[in-house]
């Protein structure tokens, strides 16, 4: 399904929007930029809650805004859950988890109650009033009801700025595995590096108002120059199976030719892939596997590429056995003293506990 | 709140009413009459009820000037008892009468006081210091109010007192102002002084040689032309009955 | 105590009237205008504002000459009414309805435009987004979490509308059964130094008063405690 936007917008004196473009959504569409740059305008604009003049938005082959033409919201089906809680005071969990469900005409009902509350954990809310959640069941209720108009798109505005690190944790599984099983596709708007990291799998780019790329995640996190990496450094996704923990409670991860612990996460194991993160200051590089050491993870690894020192800090990529990349940072010294060169094969080693998040 | 569930249910029964401004059925006979026939006109009413028991009557009081802008202006109303006959002859010189003017009473103004003794005043005693508040009809609209000033004048207090007056909307107000003691003194109807309320204290007759004369004057308007009971009380007028209650009430008939 | 005669009768079954009429067609007319002004973008917004709040520092005689001159027989108002068949509106209870209308408007139109800034636009929008239409919204998401300030632009509409006096002397004249309402009656029953019904009836709307205001502040208490 593609998403076609054309929009021109002047908002006083500096704010400028200024988007002609077009992608395919699938999964989940990460639009990334600084506070500022226009994704919310931008988001606005595709729910219709923004009619900009002249501006032109298609969603597959149905046309929300052409000339004259304006598909308002409710018509759009178009799920839609806020950075803060915006469940309606006056109605119980349940009236809000059901006031799209009733609204939608009974033939285009795909998702149901039973498994959109079994999906996000809220089976045992319904009773409740919108006062005795806390801030985590109110994001969840709200991603509920917003599952359950069965959209053919869900906007999601910064879903867990408003939450504590605690709750984020509580909330990523959910938003992660939600694209999957329900199939519907979400624009997920944030300004956090590590949210787009974990949950999108396609990223739109923003910034002064205009799109610079639009990559996917691999492709991203394949350049060097990727405004991900800006504050935190290179960063690289794993995506793969958890085994179940064993005794010590520390679980395999990934294929056998490429197998990584990871200290027990609230994470339930099984069929659903899982993305691990790996910051590259957090990967060291050995010319040997080395034996009597803490370190849990020894990977075989081949390099495929040595990025230019910036501060005397190289940035090397590495492909593993099993083909995905990892991105190791070291200095450039140590580059020179193991003759680090693409093509070479050697070991990566990964501390356990730097994959716990 | 069940008033706000279904307007829908409303909206007819106000619409209907809206477009029915021009339908004024079954309407009563609407006198206007000049303040000083506050209580006379009372009287004469409730004896025509008597007589005519199936007529509706309404009298609504108020200044003749007031009142006979009101009929200018389009007020539902079918006779005109004004204190001064030169505005029924202003209407009907606009063409909004039926009838033509004619005088049913002379009428008289008094000085008036609760607090002091009105029957030994004088107009000249009007200037006194021990009296500070003077009350009469505002004399633009109000024909007792213009014959006060016209009677003032001619006394040649009126200078003197001038800064002591307080003007009612209508004779009837600033004879109220009198009676609530607001004013020590009022200049008022001898129509309201021989009222029962008012009668309890002594009135000053102002000699009728220092104003023009009230010559009181009514007409049936264009409106009452189209309706036999206004014409028909307008004739009960001339009878000796009512005479009677109006010469009891302090005026002087016609000849 | 007195008790009331038929023409008391008659000045409550107007006044009434009168005050429910205006207080429902009000409500009708300020609830979209409010809306507009509480979040419209227009810059329009601030002159319609000032119109709507001009009875609050206007006399009432000035609208009351305004309204007589354009609603009698030979205004622009009364004058198209008449050729158009109907009756002219001055010294009519439509008359007065309508001048009532405009004179509380503020009544209305404030505390609802209050009302829906405090709303806020997130609510509204997240009901379109699970498919509810404007009539829809309107129903289960705006009326019922603004409903304290419909109850006091109503409240104070119907109240403000029986303390009216000046305007309706000005073109309603003081006519039984159509115009005569309550405050006007007081002022004759005083003018006549009938003071006893005065009195009454002035007691009548003096705790009438005292209760509506009473009513509407219990409710804009209780109304910031709903939407913290």
């Given at each position: 399904m593609m998403l076609r936007i054309r929009a021109h917008l002047r908002y006083g004196g500096d704010f400028e929007l200024k988007v002609d473009h077009e992608w395919p959504l699938e999964g989940v569409t990460g639009l990334f930029g600084r506070s500022g740059c226009g994704k919310t305008t931008l988001l606005r604009l595709i729910a219709g809650l923004e009619r900009i003049r002249g501006a032109a938005v298609s969603f597959g082959d149905q046309q929300w805004q052409q000339g004259s033409k304006f598909v308002p919201l409710h018509r759009r089906r178009i799920g839609l859950v806020f950075q803060e809680h915006s469940l309606l005071p006056h109605l119980s969990v349940e009236d809000n988890l059901l006031y799209g469900y009733r609204r939608t005409p009974a033939l285009l009902r795909r998702l149901h109650p039973p498994e959109v509350s079994a999906m996000l954990g809220?089976?045992?809310?319904?009773?409740?009033?919108?006062?005795?959640?806390?801030g985590g069941q109110r994001q969840r209720v709200s991603l509920g009801r917003a599952l359950l108009i069965s959209p053919q798109l869900l906007l999601l505005d910064e879903p867990m700025a408003a939450l504590d690190t605690q709750t984020r944790r509580e909330i990523m599984p959910f938003l992660g595995h939600m694209a999957a099983e329900s199939g519907v596709p979400i624009i997920m708007v944030s300004h956090s590096p590590d949210e787009i990291e974990r949950l999108a799998d396609r990223i739109v780019f923003l910034q002064d108002g205009l799109i610079q790329r639009i990559e996917t995640l691999h492709e991203s996190l394949a350049r060097p120059d990727s405004p991900l990496f800006d504050d935190a450094g290179a960063v690289s996704v794993l995506e793969g199976f958890l085994g179940e923990a064993g005794e010590d409670g520390v679980r395999p991860f990934g294929p056998s030719e490429a197998r990584l612990w990871v200290p027990e996460a609230e994470q339930a194991s099984g069929s659903r892939p899982t993305r691990i993160l790996i910051r590259a200051r957090d990967v060291s590089l050995s010319l040997v596997d080395p034996h009597h050491i803490s370190i849990q993870n020894h990977l075989p690894v081949t390099i495929e590429r040595i990025d230019p020192p910036t501060d005397s800090r190289c940035v090397v990529a590495c492909r593993t056995a099993d083909g995905q990349l990892v991105l190791a940072e070291v200095t450039s010294r140590a580059v020179s003293q193991l003759g680090l060169e693409a093509g070479k094969s050697l070991y990566m080693l990964i501390k356990s506990v730097a994959l716990l998040e | 709140m069940p008033l706000f569930a279904k307007p829908g249910r409303l909206l007819l029964p106000l619409t209907l009413m809206l477009l029915t401004t021009a339908l004024h059925a079954g309407d009563p006979v609407r006198i206007a009459a000049a303040s000083d026939l506050r209580y006379a006109l009372d009287d004469i009413v409730n004896l025509y009820r008597e007589v005519h028991p199936d007529t509706a009557i309404e009298v609504i009081y108020g200044s003749s000037g007031k009142m006979t802008t009101q009929i200018i202006n389009g007020a539902p109303y079918d006779i005109f008892f004004s204190a001064d006959i030169a505005f029924p002859q202003q209407l009907k010189e606009k063409g909004l009468t039926t009838t033509e003017p004619a005088v049913y009473a002379i009428g008289r103004i008094v000085i008036w006081s609760n607090t002091l003794n009105a029957a030994k005043l004088t107009l000249e005693d009007l200037t006194s210091d021990a009296i500070t508040r003077v009350a009469i009809a505002q004399p633009a609209h109000a024909p007792y109010g213009l014959r006060a000033k016209e009677a003032m004048q001619a006394a040649g207090v009126w200078d003197a007192v001038q800064s002591k007056l307080v003007f009612g909307e209508n004779i009837a107000h600033a004879a109220q102002m009198a009676e609530s003691g607001a004013a020590q003194v009022g200049i008022i109807a001898l129509s309201l002084a021989r009222f029962p309320e008012l009668a309890r204290h002594d009135h000053y007759l102002i000699d009728n040689a220092l104003h023009n004369p009230l010559t009181q004057g009514y007409v049936v308007t264009r409106r009452g032309g189209n309706m036999p009971e206004a014409l028909a009380f307008a004739g009960f007028m001339a009878t000796d009955k009512v005479h009677d209650i109006m010469i009891r009430y302090g005026f002087v008939m016609p000849e | 105590m007195y008790t009331f005669g038929p023409a008391e009768w008659q000045a409550i079954d107007v006044t009434l009237r009168l005050c429910l009429y205006t207080t429902i067609i009000l409500l009708l007319l300020a609830t979209p205008l409010a809306w507009w002004l509480a979040k419209g973008r227009s810059r329009g917004r601030d002159v319609v504002q000032a119109i709507v709040s001009l009875p609050l520092v206007l006399p009432p005689t000035v609208l009351g000459f305004y309204l007589l001159v354009a609603m009698g027989p030979r205004g622009i108002l009364g004058k198209t009414l008449e050729d158009l068949g109907f009756h002219h509106l001055a010294f009519s209870f439509e008359g007065i309805l309508i001048a009532s209308i405009l004179y509380s408007m503020p009544f209305a139109v404030q505390p609802l435009t209050e009302a829906f800034s405090h709303l806020g636009r997130r609510p509204v929008e997240v009901a379109s987004s699970l498919g509810a239409g404007a009539i829809d919204r309107f129903g289960t998401v705006i009326f019922p979490l603004t409903r304290s300030g419909f109850v006091v632009a109503a409240t104070l509409t119907f109240a403000h509308t029986m303390g009216e006096f000046g305007v309706i002397l000005m073109l309603g004249g003081s006519i039984p059964g159509e115009t005569r309402v309550l405050s006007v009656l007081i002022y004759d029953h005083a003018e006549a130094m009938n003071y006893e019904a005065a009195h009454s009836l002035s007691l009548m709307l003096l705790i009438f008063a005292f209760v509506t205001l009473l009513v509407v502040y219990s409710f804009t208490r209780r109304f910031q405690v709903v939407r913290l």
């Open positions: 809220i089976e045992d809310l319904f009773g409740r009033r919108i006062d005795q959640l806390s | - | -």
